[in-house]
């Protein structure tokens, strides 16, 4: 008979019905299953750490998303933002969902195409857009958001060469409030940036301007800034009408908006605090609506929305490889994943659970990842139950930048797999092994003769 692990005896005072900086009492349940797929089935035949994506999630939350805003404005696209999680088959099922695609890269552009995007349904954002690849995005006709002057001058050059005419809009950075405000990308409103760059591209006659773009922050917390900014827009581009008699097809106000997740150092978490749809739905469309576009002008109201789309849909399963006292007398679980894996823990304090049911004994824990890096802690401070070694936590809302910001270091990537909206089970990536690593490498001729 195997002998029950010590648990000292605990008092804890319970404090009914009312909030405290942990926000509503909120009981840990085990989290055995996702997607009603068991966590110990999964590992097993996929092993851990491990990434799982909820299809059902995604198309849920899309749903939610589009629903906030097409109820409150006539004409709105959505364009899944590639660098939030670009792995094929999310892509592909924001894309069967109808959303177009939103690249900053030439990596993320041939992605899109090769997902299957009409070119005409791409568009280019980012400061770094090579030549061969603003050459390529006109040939598709896609949508090129210009973020600088030296780029503005390299589409006019490309224009006349190719006698095409590239369907542009310009990035603009503004005060809405948000600060530090975001002005490293585009041309600011207020000091004339703006009004100097569509000059240029309407007395080039090489461009046809054909919409205005903004993405005033990230994990925005604020409604009210998105208002602002869309009161802006729209100003701007009715200016640009009564300049030039020159109609601005669409406003693009970018992404930023907030997912569930707790922000580091907030006070109450994010389920109970964070903004949904319906607030930055309602904030966006009321200041396009209040603005001085008649009804049948109204222009295509595009959301690069990356973050809220796909955070709630992706767990990360880790098991426990340890546990030791820290100097300080507290308790540090380690498991076998790290920030290497699990970028945002510098962001947010995920919400960790045991995958396993468990006693009511916690104690307040550091969970650290395996890396022998002192940084390489996932939540510096969490009410746990004592784990032991090869118990699992699931880690939630994953989902957004992830996998696309891990690293290859110290251990290789692990294995991500999608449950479909019909319960099966799909790997969607393998599991990195030394083979991935060495592929890349070269040993100079010189180094293997000496060997």
Same mark, same amino acid.
């Given at each position: 008979?195997?002998?029950?692990?010590?648990?000292?005896?605990?008092?804890?005072?319970?404090?009914?019905?009312?909030?405290?900086?942990?926000?509503?009492?909120?009981?840990?349940? *085990?989290?055995?299953?996702?997607?009603?797929?068991?966590?110990?089935?999964?590992?097993?035949?996929?092993?851990?750490?491990?990434?799982?994506?909820?299809?059902?999630? =995604?198309?849920?939350? =899309?749903?939610?998303?589009?629903?906030?805003?097409?109820?409150?404005? *006539?004409?709105?696209?959505?364009?899944?933002?590639?660098?939030?999680?670009?792995?094929?088959?999310?892509?592909?099922?924001?894309?069967?969902?109808?959303?177009?695609?939103?690249?900053?890269?030439?990596?993320?552009?041939?992605?899109?195409?090769?997902?299957?995007?009409?070119?005409?349904?791409?568009?280019?954002?980012?400061?770094?857009? %090579?030549?061969?690849?603003?050459?390529?995005?006109?040939?598709?006709?896609?949508?090129?958001?210009?973020?600088?002057?030296?780029?503005?001058?390299?589409?006019?050059?490309?224009?006349?060469?190719?006698?095409?005419?590239?369907?542009?809009?310009?990035?603009?950075?503004?005060?809405?409030?948000?600060?530090?405000?975001?002005?490293?990308?585009?041309?600011?409103?207020?000091?004339?940036?703006?009004?100097?760059? =569509?000059?240029?591209?309407?007395?080039?006659?090489?461009?046809?301007?054909?919409?205005?773009?903004?993405?005033?922050?990230?994990?925005? +917390?604020?409604?009210?800034?998105?208002?602002?900014?869309?009161?802006?827009?729209?100003?701007?581009?009715?200016?640009?009408?009564?300049?030039?008699?020159?109609?601005?097809?669409?406003?693009?106000?970018?992404?930023?908006?907030?997912?569930?997740?707790?922000?580091?150092?907030?006070?109450?978490?994010?389920?109970?605090?964070?903004?949904?749809?319906?607030?930055?739905?309602?904030?966006?469309?009321? %200041?396009?609506?209040?603005?001085?576009?008649?009804?049948?002008?109204?222009?295509?109201?595009?959301?690069?929305?990356?973050?809220?789309?796909?955070?709630?849909?992706?767990?990360?399963?880790?098991?426990? +490889?340890?546990?030791?006292?820290?100097? %300080?007398?507290?308790?540090?679980?380690? =498991?076998?994943?790290?920030?290497? +894996?699990?970028?945002?823990?510098?962001?947010?304090?995920?919400?960790?659970? *045991?995958?396993?049911?468990?006693?009511?004994?916690?104690?307040?824990?550091?969970?650290?990842?395996?890396?022998?890096?002192?940084?390489?802690?996932?939540?510096?401070?969490?009410?746990?139950?004592?784990?032991?070694?090869?118990?699992?936590?699931?880690?939630?809302?994953?989902?957004?930048?992830?996998?696309?910001?891990?690293?290859?270091?110290?251990?290789?990537?692990?294995?991500?797999?999608?449950?479909?909206?019909?319960?099966?089970?799909?790997?969607?990536?393998?599991?990195?092994?030394?083979?991935?690593?060495?592929?890349?490498?070269?040993? *100079?001729?010189?180094? +293997?003769?000496?060997?």
């Amino acid at each position: 008979m195997a002998k029950k692990a010590y648990e000292r005896p605990l008092i804890k005072k319970l404090e009914t019905g009312m909030p405290s900086k942990f926000g509503l009492r909120n009981d840990l349940v *085990p989290v055995t299953h996702i997607d009603e797929v068991a966590v110990s089935e999964l590992v097993e035949k996929y092993g851990s750490p491990l990434f799982v994506l909820s299809e059902e999630t =995604i198309v849920n939350t =899309i749903e939610k998303a589009r629903r906030a805003f097409t109820t409150r404005y *006539p004409r709105v696209q959505f364009a899944w933002s590639y660098k939030t999680n670009y792995l094929d088959a999310i892509c592909r099922i924001f894309h069967l969902e109808g959303a177009w695609a939103e690249v900053v890269s030439g990596f993320e552009y041939e992605k899109a195409l090769r997902n299957g995007v009409d070119g005409k349904k791409i568009i280019f954002n980012g400061p770094e857009k %090579s030549r061969p690849g603003l050459l390529k995005a006109i040939h598709n006709d896609s949508l090129i958001h210009i973020d600088h002057l030296d780029e503005l001058y390299e589409l006019v050059e490309l224009a006349s060469e190719t006698n095409l005419k590239p369907r542009v809009a310009i990035r603009i950075n503004m005060d809405t409030g948000i600060y530090p405000q975001w002005d490293r990308f585009g041309f600011n409103l207020e000091t004339g940036q703006a009004w100097d760059a =569509i000059n240029k591209i309407m007395h080039s006659g090489k461009l046809e301007l054909t919409g205005l773009h903004c993405h005033i922050g990230t994990f925005i +917390l604020s409604p009210g800034a998105y208002g602002v900014a869309a009161t802006k827009l729209a100003q701007f581009a009715i200016d640009i009408r009564n300049k030039f008699n020159h109609t601005i097809k669409y406003l693009d106000l970018g992404g930023g908006f907030a997912s569930k997740n707790t922000l580091k150092g907030s006070y109450l978490p994010g389920p109970d605090i964070n903004p949904g749809f319906d607030d930055y739905a309602e904030a966006i469309t009321t %200041s396009l609506h209040n603005s001085g576009f008649q009804t049948n002008e109204l222009p295509l109201l595009i959301l690069e929305t990356g973050r809220a789309l796909i955070d709630e849909a992706g767990y990360l399963i880790t098991t426990v +490889l340890g546990n030791k006292r820290l100097a %300080s007398g507290g308790r540090s679980t380690i =498991i076998d994943a790290g920030v290497n +894996l699990l970028f945002t823990a510098f962001w947010y304090d995920h919400k960790t659970v *045991p995958a396993q049911p468990f006693s009511l004994y916690r104690e307040e824990t550091v969970l650290c990842g395996p890396l022998c890096m002192n940084i390489d802690v996932v939540r510096d401070n969490i009410s746990l139950p004592l784990l032991k070694k090869n118990d699992r936590l699931v880690i939630h809302n994953v989902g957004a930048y992830n996998m696309t910001q891990w690293m290859q270091f110290i251990t290789m990537r692990p294995a991500v797999v999608m449950i479909s909206a019909d319960g099966i089970v799909h790997q969607i990536r393998k599991k990195e092994d030394i083979d991935t690593i060495l592929q890349s490498e070269i040993i *100079p001729q010189y180094l +293997l003769s000496k060997s």
